[in-house]
């Protein structure tokens, strides 16, 4: 008896459920250099290796702006679940803003 979670393409195919076929279209659509860029340390520098001080500033930038938000809701939203998850976001705000100045270097 055949599972009916799975999914056969002929009888001497491997069974494969449905949420493998979807990861293994995603997946295929990424490429290695894209994998590379997105899980790779960007060190503030510039091509001739020196520091990039606009960078370094955006970055400095960025994380007073979100300290500064983070306070204000640390002060101002009760203790519990809601604060919790605003400062969860806000943390994946500083995340997002860090990885596109590094990344791309604006």
Same mark, same amino acid.
């Given at each position: ?9 002929? =009888?001497? #195919? ?13 997946? #295929? ?6 994998? =590379? ?5 960007? @060190? @503030?520098?510039? #091509? ?5 001080? =606009?960078?370094? #500033?955006?970055?400095?930038?960025? +994380?007073? +702006? ?12 009760? =203790? ?27």
């Amino acid at each position: 008896m055949r599972d009916a979670g799975c999914i056969s393409f002929g =009888d001497d #195919a491997k069974p494969r459920t449905f949420l493998a076929m979807k990861e293994e279209q995603r997946m #295929a659509k990424v490429t290695q250099e894209e994998l =590379d860029r997105r899980f790779s340390h960007h @060190p @503030p520098i510039k #091509a001739d290796e020196t520091p990039d001080e =606009d960078r370094i #500033a955006n970055h400095t930038g960025a +994380r007073i +702006r979100c300290l500064g938000l983070a306070e204000w809701i640390a002060f101002h939203v009760p =203790d519990g679940r809601e604060q919790s998850l605003a400062l969860t976001k806000l943390e994946e705000v500083m995340f997002w803003c860090n990885a596109g100045i590094a990344r791309e270097g604006r």
